[in-house]
């Protein structure tokens, strides 16, 4: 489920360092230059280097970027794979190659580059020890980053550590009167008792932000203001337990229905950026959203999404990642917060961790006093097959070290034989190593599972699993079977395969348009069907799909049977489509995408019938997003005509052989990101856009000169005749 738009978060205050940090990062040495930002929690060390990391300058300068969080406990396989990711987008395989090839494989792609590496968060000299080997020093002028609280740590790796300082008076209030009223100004009779509100924060962001949320949350009065007051304490240390209490006044303010949800962020990993896909999911399986049989489960996400959207309101949660569209991806929660989470929740939400040896939350493992909806987070699969934590009554168990591997399904089986109330299983960053966990079939009222593994199939009995609503499945192997029996789970509502590239959906049920077989289904990714054997899958099986992520190809060499596909998906919001036919004839199969279509991918998509095709795509009346890979076109000239795209928001181009493209004055007339990569033929960008004031950026990467030349009049066109100040070109070749 795609969250709508939010305000970005209010940036205020250490302008001065932030120009003295950019100035020592795209400036001398040509040396790689190691740069410490050192400072008490809640100081604001992310912030800043988060703006550092996105500035356009920085952005132009360093020829690759890259960003991960080390936290207390120091994982190498986890901080190398949030390097290689943010590089090169780390494909399934190499999740099961060791460590070491993975520093070395970081090693090549640095190595002759400008790069800027951001590590955030980093607690000893010995993770640093481990790290700094593998980042190379070719005098390009690279650049790490570092965020630290410990003032040892910082001068270990830099003779000049930079020491963030507080926020002054003047910041401090500022950015409590933005985060409070945005846009909006202060009443004059909250000036002084929000001025003082400010000063008593001391210059932390952390508790501004968090006196500021509630603040928001409450009157726009006095009397409010001066009770927010009053309960803030009046320890003079202001440190890392006063930031706690701030942190525990503004739980006690949250309304009660949004407390578990909010104590749930302690069962992740400290630092862990969350996709909000998935907390929905889990908020939702964990019973934490109240429904009963008159609300739809879709409209469960709504409130979910409701929800969500409060506690990043009362700035507990913080926004991650946004979509190419501003829509919200990815949540987290700052360090002491997930701290507060992580102790709050084993009182409130019966937490049980076991991490190591040890375990919090539960005094004696070998005997349970409260058998109540317990939830069990453990770091490895080996310990928890050690211990015996309470199972009559525990209600979740996810797992979250990602170097954990299932070698004997039947032992790990026997462990879970005793849970028989689990609704929730996740299994996501467990590897199982040689088939699934027939156990798992038995776990009847689960209804949230996601497994990885080298599988190659998925037993028939998984419709035994009559309740499960969302199924997550990882494997390393390329082909992976599911039976047809997956089309009896009636509940499901999210089928997920990723790192699967074969989907074998080709045995239809007996009844394929029984309205009740995965009626409820809204997203599937990723899967492969046949044409025209499909048909009816997609037709009448997939009718309510929200989401659809696949791979086509066609397989009738006599062209009989070409009707279109998609047009009867009538709820199809999302597509992601790899086309591929043996046929060149196939290759003009009709494809009438509906009109509900919102974002649209097309890869290795055949415009053998020029670009009629791409004009019935310009119709589409609320398609906002388009990407067009790899896309084969026989033509080098591509018009686009009057009032096509009319809300398209998003258009990226990558690997097309287009020479030639215009496009008329009233097209894209919503268009704010334009995206050209590897399309080295083109000439250049159409001149209608400067002229397009909706137009926000540019991003050329790989392509002409004459097409990057014609970017950056674009540029000077906004910015001087239109008045467009806000808009902006990047140029890159990696």
């Known amino acids: 489920m795609e969250v709508g738009y939010i305000a970005s978060p209010v940036i205020l205050g250490h302008e001065d360092e932030a120009e003295t940090l950019l100035k020592r990062l795209v400036g001398r040495p040509k040396e790689l230059d190691i740069v410490p930002i050192v400072g008490m929690p809640g100081l604001g060390k992310t912030t800043l280097a988060t703006k550092l990391y996105s500035h356009e300058t920085v952005m132009g300068h360093f020829d690759v970027r890259s960003w991960c969080c080390i936290s207390q406990v120091y994982d190498r396989r986890k901080v190398l794979s949030e390097i290689l990711k943010r590089l090169d987008k780390q494909n399934t395989a190499r999740e099961e190659s060791d460590p ?27 993770s640093w020890d481990d790290l700094r080997t593998i980042f190379p020093d070719d005098n390009k002028g690279s650049r790490i980053v570092l965020t630290t609280r410990l003032n040892d740590v910082a001068s270990y790796t830099s003779n000049n550590p930079h020491h963030l300082r507080h926020l002054t008076e003047e910041e401090s209030w500022e950015l409590l009167k933005k985060t409070v009223f945005e846009e909006e100004s202060c009443p004059d009779e909250l000036e002084e008792i929000g001025n003082e509100i400010a000063s008593s924060c001391l210059g932390l962001p952390l508790a501004i932000v968090l006196t500021a949320g509630l603040l928001a949350r409450g009157e726009k009065e006095v009397g409010y203001w001066k009770e927010v007051t009053l309960n803030l304490s009046s320890n003079l240390f202001h440190d890392a337990k006063w930031l706690m209490e701030v942190i525990e006044l503004s739980y006690k303010y949250l309304l009660h229905h949004l407390r578990p949800c909010f104590l749930y962020f302690g069962t992740f990993l400290e630092d862990e950026e969350i996709p909000i896909w998935k907390l929905i999911q889990l908020w939702i399986c964990e019973g934490f959203i109240p429904h009963n049989e008159f609300i739809e489960l879709t409209s469960l996400e709504h409130v979910a999404t409701s929800y969500l959207l409060e506690l990043i309101g009362s700035n507990l949660v913080t926004v991650a990642k946004r979509s190419s569209l501003g829509r919200l991806k990815v949540v987290r929660v700052h360090d002491l917060i997930h701290q507060f989470c992580s102790k709050k929740a084993q009182e409130e939400i019966h937490l049980l961790q076991i991490y190591g040896s040890r375990s919090s939350g539960y005094n004696n493992p070998q005997v349970a006093t409260d058998m109540t909806s317990w939830r069990i987070v453990c770091s490895d699969i080996h310990n928890f097959m050690m211990w015996n934590p309470p199972t009559e009554g525990t209600h979740s168990l996810r797992f979250t070290v990602s170097s954990s591997a299932i070698r004997s399904t039947e032992q790990f089986e026997d462990s879970l034989e005793a849970f028989k109330l689990l609704t929730v299983l996740d299994l996501e960053n467990v590897k199982v190593i040689d088939s699934f966990p027939q156990g798992i079939l038995l776990l009847i009222h689960l209804r949230y599972l996601s497994i990885s593994g080298a599988f190659r199939e998925v037993p028939s009995a998984i419709n035994f699993l009559v309740n499960l609503e969302t199924l997550i499945l990882k494997s390393v192997d390329r082909w992976v079977k599911l039976p047809k029996t997956i089309w009896d789970m009636v509940n499901l509502r999210h089928l997920q395969l990723s790192g699967i590239s074969r989907f074998w959906c080709s045995s239809l049920p007996e009844n394929s348009q029984n309205p009740s077989q995965l009626g409820k289904l809204e997203t599937l990714c990723t899967v492969r069907f046949h044409l025209p054997y ?63 279509l919102r974002k649209l991918t097309l890869l290795y998509f055949d415009f053998r019938d020029p670009w009629r095709r791409i004009s019935t795509i310009g119709e589409l009346p609320n398609l906002e997003n388009l990407n067009l890979d790899s896309c084969h076109i026989e033509e080098d000239k591509w018009d686009v005509n009057v009032g096509e795209f009319r809300n398209l928001n998003i258009l990226k181009l990558q690997s097309l052989g287009i020479v030639k493209w215009n496009a008329s004055e009233d097209a894209f007339p919503n268009l704010k990101r334009l995206v050209l990569r590897h399309c080295g033929k083109l000439e250049s960008i159409p001149s209608s856009f400067e002229s397009l004031y909706s137009l926000q950026l540019i991003e050329v990467e790989n392509c002409s000169q004459s097409s990057t030349n014609s970017a950056m009049e674009i540029k000077e066109t906004q910015i001087e005749e239109m008045g467009n100040a806000q808009f902006n070109v990047i140029i890159s070749d990696s």
């Open 100 to 126: 070491s090839e993975w520093a070395d494989e970081l090693r090549k792609l640095l190595k002759g580059k400008r790069y800027l590496i951001v590590v955030d968060d980093l607690w000893s000299i010995d």
């Open 534 to 596: 499909d048909n009816p899958i997609i037709s009448h099986i997939l009718r309510n799909i929200v989401k659809l992520v696949c791979v086509i190809r066609d397989d009738d060499f006599e062209s009989q049977s070409c009707q279109p596909v998609f047009q009867s998906l009538d709820r199809l919001q999302s597509l992601s489509l790899n086309y591929y036919s043996h046929n060149i004839a196939l290759s003009r199969r009709e494809f009438d995408f509906p009109s509900t």
